[in-house]
């Protein structure tokens, strides 16, 4: 019995913030399920499918435009079932669309709009299309047009799609060496970070050649990496009156940044700094991690857990929260604070965006009353809108990063919001049976991928580590986790009612793999069991598959197991190691076990091995 009046737009009726922002659309768009997707092959209708997210910035122009447009929505409503696809909510069908996407336009992005056959066939791909033509693209009615014309002539010659690449094989590295000089060959020697265009933070690579650089110290690595937090940290991708940052930078000198804040960077980010700290001593990285903890404070948190993401745009403008009239900042600052604001801050033009200043600094100081100031008078300001979706594996990477916090800044209050984080995870996410992706507003997307068991059960041999309990849960996640290899490959979703089964990939996108995650996650907790992990892994591409790099370089012997019969100061153990309960005292290292007399022999013994 249809349930569904598909003579209307029904997005009023979801758990999506990004599908309720087009609830208004006049376009008659529905959620993808089975029904829709039933109702469109009844109706012999090709299907138009809409991806986005709540906080992307062309998603928003495209709503605000060709979605808005009476006559886009009249021929659409006519010809086509339209659907809406969070792809943060749905990774299956934006990975395997965008797959689809690369392959037959050569790049991709957001919104990704692909029509398919009424089975599912897609045929025509593309992402922002203007309502009129602009931007050297065709106006959209008009694209829509073409593409159903094509369709009622050629409907019979569409193809089933497979990807083109088998993503769970990508292609070795041939040796270490080859991997490290990759990343040094590539590395941008003047500004830091990787590439000579925009610029992303690089956190995989980073916690990489960081563990790297602890086995095989050199001044290149150090340069490499002290570089690139530098810059980031007094650069524009930093929010330096709120802390945290944005999403990426749009220029080499990482002065202007898209200025969404999305969780997953606050949690990698936070995991940088802090081993950055932990390994340099270097106070601007400490500030810089109270920073993001601050701004998760503020911007993210909801109880334990934390949101998604807050948008680039305030009021359809990207960035107008964050921007300053330079005259106004001086007649906000006295004329000391003026002068002090000066030396720190650049105020060239390189750094405005619209006439206006984005604050970029010259010099690694920090000027608290300032700042404060400032942000007082910010914080007035209309502020850019939240997703307030909570997302499992992104809370998982923070659960994490807030030990690793705690741990290497020597932060008991850190250490706590990581366990809190993962008692409300399972809670509110964990039925003892299924791991919930994400929930909005108490609903839960039951609907589970292979990154969110592996980041959960990362974290959880993590958690481990802090009281040495909690193996039953832990043993029923892995179970669940191997529920998505299949056959000698790794799946990012399994069956269900509604789509098909998606390969992972090894690429960092731009949080770690689930290929990654789920293989550094079993290797912890084969450990912690003392059990014999047979699974071999070999070095991939270097800078799109780091995180996996990082978990072979561990695999390889690069990696301390010790044993203790009780809790040990993690501050004073290397980064590469777990801590696992133990009838004595033993540190196991490249291959070698060595066996102690007590909690300080085993220190001092670990100590003596070169550790940066």
Same mark, same amino acid.
């Given at each position: 019995?249809?349930?569904?009046?598909?003579?209307?737009? *029904?997005?009023?009726?979801?758990?999506?913030?990004?599908?309720?922002?087009?609830?208004?659309?006049?376009?008659?768009?529905?959620?993808w &399920?089975?029904?829709?997707?039933?109702?469109?092959?009844?109706?012999?209708?090709?299907?138009?499918?809409?991806?986005?997210?709540?906080?992307?910035?062309?998603?928003?122009?495209?709503?605000?435009?060709?979605?808005?447009?009476?006559?886009?929505?009249?021929f659409?409503?006519k010809?086509?079932?339209?659907?809406?696809?969070?792809?943060?909510?749905?990774?299956?069908i934006?990975?395997?669309?965008?797959?689809?996407?690369?392959?037959?336009?050569?790049?991709?992005?957001?919104?990704?709009?692909?029509v398919?056959?009424?089975?599912?066939?897609?045929?025509?791909?593309?992402?922002?299309f203007?309502?009129e033509?602009?931007?050297?693209?065709?106006g959209?009615?008009?694209?829509?047009e073409?593409? #159903?014309?094509?369709?009622?002539?050629? @409907?019979?010659?569409?193809?089933?799609?497979?990807?083109?690449?088998?993503?769970?094989?990508?292609?070795?590295?041939? @040796?270490?060496?080859?991997?490290?000089?990759t990343?040094? *060959?590539r590395?941008?020697?003047?500004?830091?970070?990787?590439?000579? *265009?925009a610029?992303?933070?690089?956190y995989?690579t980073?916690?990489?050649?960081?563990?790297?650089? /602890?086995?095989?110290?050199? =001044?290149?690595?150090?340069h490499? +990496?002290?570089?690139?937090?530098?810059?980031m940290?007094?650069?524009?991708?930093?929010?330096?009156?709120?802390?945290?940052?944005?999403?990426?930078?749009v220029?080499?000198?990482?002065? /202007?940044?898209?200025?969404?804040?999305?969780?997953?960077?606050?949690?990698?980010?936070?995991?940088v700094? @802090?081993?950055?700290?932990?390994?340099?001593?270097?106070?601007?990285?400490?500030?810089?991690?109270?920073?993001?903890?601050?701004?998760l404070?503020?911007?993210?948190?909801?109880?334990? !857990?934390?949101?998604?993401?807050?948008?680039?745009?305030?009021?359809?403008?990207?960035?107008?929260?964050?921007?300053? &009239?330079?005259?106004? !900042?001086?007649?906000?600052?006295?004329?000391?604070?003026?002068?002090?604001?000066?030396?720190?801050?650049?105020?060239?033009?390189?750094?405005?965006?619209?006439?206006?200043?984005?604050?970029?600094?010259?010099?690694?100081?920090?000027?608290?009353? +300032?700042?404060?100031?400032?942000?007082? +008078?910010? &914080?007035?300001?209309v502020?850019?809108?939240?997703?307030?979706?909570?997302?499992?594996?992104?809370?998982?990477?923070?659960?994490?990063?807030?030990?690793?916090?705690?741990?290497?800044?020597?932060?008991?209050?850190?250490?706590?919001?990581?366990?809190?984080?993962y008692?409300?995870? +399972?809670?509110?996410?964990?039925?003892?049976?299924?791991?919930?992706?994400?929930?909005?507003?108490?609903?839960?997307?039951?609907?589970?991928?292979l990154?969110? #068991?592996?980041?959960?059960?990362?974290?959880?041999?993590?958690?481990?580590?802090?009281?040495?309990? *909690?193996? =039953?849960?832990?043993?029923?996640?892995?179970?669940?986790?191997?529920?998505?290899?299949?056959?000698?490959?790794w799946?990012?979703?399994?069956?269900? %009612?509604?789509?098909?089964?998606?390969?992972?990939?090894?690429?960092?996108?731009?949080?770690? @793999?689930?290929?990654a995650?789920?293989?550094?996650?079993?290797?912890?907790?084969?450990?912690?069991l003392g059990?014999?992990? %047979?699974?071999?892994?070999?070095?991939?591409?270097?800078?799109?598959?780091?995180? #996996?790099?990082?978990?072979?370089?561990?695999?390889?012997? &690069?990696?301390?197991?010790?044993?203790?019969?009780?809790?040990?100061?993690?501050?004073?153990?290397?980064?590469?190691?777990? !801590?696992?309960?133990?009838?004595?005292?033993q540190?196991?290292?490249?291959?070698?076990?060595?066996?102690?007399?007590?909690?300080?022999?085993?220190?001092?013994?670990?100590?003596?091995?070169?550790?940066?």
């Amino acid at each position: 019995m249809q349930t569904i009046d598909f003579n209307r737009n *029904n997005l009023d009726k979801v758990n999506s913030p990004y599908l309720r922002q087009h609830k208004d659309n006049p376009i008659h768009w529905q959620e993808w &399920n089975k029904e829709v997707l039933d109702y469109a092959q009844k109706q012999k209708k090709p299907i138009f499918v809409s991806v986005g997210y709540a906080t992307c910035h062309w998603c928003h122009v495209m709503a605000k435009e060709a979605f808005s447009d009476s006559s886009v929505a009249d021929f659409l409503n006519k010809y086509f079932v339209s659907i809406k696809v969070d792809r943060e909510q749905r990774p299956d069908i934006d990975g395997h669309f965008m797959n689809f996407l690369t392959e037959t336009q050569g790049s991709g992005g957001w919104p990704m709009n692909i029509v398919l056959t009424p089975d599912q066939k897609p045929f025509f791909a593309g992402t922002y299309f203007p309502v009129e033509p602009n931007f050297g693209r065709p106006g959209f009615k008009e694209v829509l047009e073409k593409v #159903y014309d094509w369709y009622t002539k050629n @409907s019979q010659d569409v193809k089933p799609y497979a990807p083109g690449g088998d993503f769970d094989t990508e292609v070795e590295v041939e @040796s270490e060496k080859v991997l490290l000089d990759t990343i040094k *060959n590539r590395s941008d020697n003047e500004y830091g970070g990787w590439g000579d *265009n925009a610029k992303f933070p690089p956190y995989n690579t980073l916690i990489f050649l960081l563990n790297y650089f /602890i086995e095989h110290p050199s =001044e290149d690595t150090k340069h490499m +990496i002290t570089q690139t937090l530098d810059k980031m940290a007094i650069g524009g991708l930093h929010d330096h009156l709120q802390g945290g940052f944005f999403r990426y930078c749009v220029d080499r000198e990482w002065r /202007i940044p898209h200025f969404e804040k999305m969780l997953y960077d606050q949690a990698m980010l936070l995991w940088v700094y @802090s081993l950055g700290f932990r390994i340099f001593n270097d106070n601007l990285y400490k500030d810089v991690v109270q920073g993001i903890i601050s701004s998760l404070d503020t911007v993210f948190a909801n109880k334990d !857990l934390y949101y998604s993401a807050t948008d680039a745009d305030t009021d359809h403008k990207e960035g107008a929260t964050y921007l300053w &009239n330079q005259d106004k !900042l001086k007649e906000i600052l006295s004329e000391t604070q003026w002068q002090d604001f000066k030396n720190v801050y650049d105020l060239s033009e390189e750094n405005k965006l619209e006439g206006k200043l984005h604050l970029v600094k010259k010099t690694n100081k920090f000027l608290p009353d +300032i700042e404060r100031k400032l942000l007082e +008078i910010r &914080n007035k300001r209309v502020q850019p809108d939240k997703d307030r979706k909570i997302i499992t594996s992104w809370n998982a990477l923070l659960g994490i990063a807030f030990l690793i916090a705690g741990r290497y800044l020597k932060n008991d209050s850190y250490k706590k919001r990581g366990l809190n984080l993962y008692q409300q995870l +399972i809670t509110t996410h964990w039925n003892s049976d299924t791991l919930a992706h994400s929930s909005f507003e108490d609903h839960l997307q039951k609907q589970p991928f292979l990154e969110d #068991y592996a980041s959960t059960l990362l974290l959880s041999t993590f958690v481990y580590e802090e009281d040495f309990t *909690n193996l =039953e849960l832990i043993k029923k996640l892995r179970s669940k986790l191997m529920e998505y290899y299949r056959q000698g490959k790794w799946m990012e979703s399994i069956e269900g %009612e509604d789509f098909k089964p998606v390969a992972a990939s090894f690429f960092d996108h731009p949080t770690p @793999s689930s290929i990654a995650l789920a293989e550094e996650a079993l290797r912890r907790l084969a450990l912690i069991l003392g059990e014999v992990d %047979e699974r071999s892994l070999k070095y991939k591409q270097p800078l799109s598959s780091d995180f #996996y790099n990082l978990a072979t370089f561990y695999k390889l012997g &690069n990696f301390h197991e010790i044993h203790s019969k009780e809790e040990l100061d993690h501050s004073g153990l290397p980064i590469n190691s777990i !801590l696992i309960k133990g009838q004595e005292y033993q540190d196991c290292y490249k291959m070698e076990c060595r066996r102690f007399e007590n909690q300080k022999t085993l220190l001092d013994g670990i100590n003596k091995i070169k550790h940066i």
